[in-house]
């Protein structure tokens, strides 16, 4: 079973940085598309970032310019550099992958004060 880590969420001013990473067993991330999922009070669950094992990668609108995803396939990590946080990125935030989900891990909290 593969097990999915999240950490790096914190508590930040609007217009600060953070950089979660996402740790998985074996060598999953290498071979797979993999993206950053989040989750707000009372929202859905929608995608934020993927990246794929060539390395291309895609955002949502909303994050575009402003997040980067990347991937170290040596450390199976995958990070999400967060840069101008705004109060509407407050969430819980996941990664998984993206074709054919493992189990959830349990995300890392992002909350963004005004």
């Known amino acids: 079973q593969v097990q999915l880590v999240e950490s790096g969420g914190g508590l930040v001013q609007a217009g600060g940085s953070l950089r979660l990473s996402c740790a998985g067993s074996?060598?999953?991330?290498?071979?797979?598309?993999m993206g950053w999922y989040r989750q707000a009070p009372g929202k859905q669950r929608e995608s934020v970032a993927t990246?794929?094992?060539?390395?291309?990668?895609n955002y949502a609108d909303s994050v575009k310019g402003r997040f980067t995803i990347s991937r170290d396939k040596t450390k199976n990590t995958v990070y999400l550099q967060m840069n101008s946080l705004k109060p509407e990125d407050t969430a819980l935030y996941y990664c998984?992958?993206?074709?054919?989900?493992?189990?959830w891990g349990q995300g890392t909290q992002v909350t963004v004060s005004s």
């Open positions: 074996g060598s999953i991330f290498s071979i797979n598309t």
């Open positions: 990246i794929t094992s060539s390395g291309s990668t």
């Open positions: 998984n992958r993206v074709y054919g989900n493992f189990k």
